[in-house]
């Protein structure tokens, strides 16, 4: 029951902001923990593109959350994530813009760098399968709340750089959807970090109304996870 109050005050907690997440993940890791149940933080760089933009080139952001292993057996897991800080989106270098309605800001902006940022809640649901102690791999299904979406234009200028947001949160539908399959290797044979690489493969067309060729998220995961409060967990389970 205890574990239970606790998770539920986690969930809550990060409704609020990615400060208090990372906080309260760090101060109930060893409440969550058990012989069946492994939690801890998530995050690493992210890289992304959108398709259909045959122009875009790759952004690249960080990424940040939690996850849950549900140990099963030796082999199997389940392995689900909230990632409560994730970034697609797509750059571009030399455009043409037309976007504040202001003529002397959009003649000035007229080949600018363009970072196309559309955040994302993503929730992976993955099914992990230890290969060996050291190496496992995973797949599933991953869902995704849109959070905002801009293009942020850069520009230099006399005395420094030019930065104009645009809101496009309008174009962008609010849930995407795909699948997602990846690879980890565990620092230590026993409760140690893991460093891994996913890759996810939307399958929606994130864009409203699109008349034109159809863009799908494209996203690079290269993660660390830590697990929190584990060895104090297993400390306190311990018989004496």
Not at 50 to 75: Q, V
Not at 80 to 89: E, F, N
Not at 154 to 161: I, P
Not at 212 to 225: E, S, V, W
């Amino acid at each position: 029951m205890k574990k239970v109050v606790a998770l539920a005050a986690c969930l809550f907690c990060f409704s609020f902001s990615t400060h208090a997440q990372v906080l309260i993940s760090l101060l109930l890791g060893d409440k969550l923990n058990s012989d069946k149940l492994e939690f801890g933080l998530i995050g690493g760089l992210q890289s992304s593109n959108l398709s259909g933009e045959e122009n875009g080139k790759l952004s690249h952001t960080l990424h940040i959350g939690f996850y849950f292993d549900f140990i099963m057996n030796d082999r199997w897991s389940f392995n689900p994530a909230v990632l409560v800080k994730s970034t697609t989106g797509v750059r571009y270098t030399n455009s043409i813009s037309n976007v504040s309605g202001i003529d002397d800001l959009d003649s000035v902006l007229v080949g600018a760098d363009v970072k196309r940022r559309i955040g994302y809640f993503q929730v992976p649901l993955l099914m992990k399968y230890n290969i060996t102690p050291q190496f496992h791999a995973m797949l599933g299904p991953q869902v995704g709340i849109r959070t905002k979406a801009i293009n942020e234009y850069t520009e230099g200028v006399a005395g420094g750089d030019l930065l104009f947001e645009e809101n496009i949160q309008n174009d962008y539908k609010r849930l995407d959807a795909g699948f997602t399959a990846g690879f980890g290797f565990k620092l230590k044979p026993k409760d140690g970090m893991n460093l891994g690489v996913r890759y996810y493969y939307g399958v929606v067309d994130v864009l409203k109304d699109n008349p034109g060729d159809r863009q799908h998220n494209r996203d690079l995961y290269f993660y660390l996870t830590i697990p929190v409060g584990k060895a104090k967990a297993a400390d306190v389970g311990a018989p004496n």
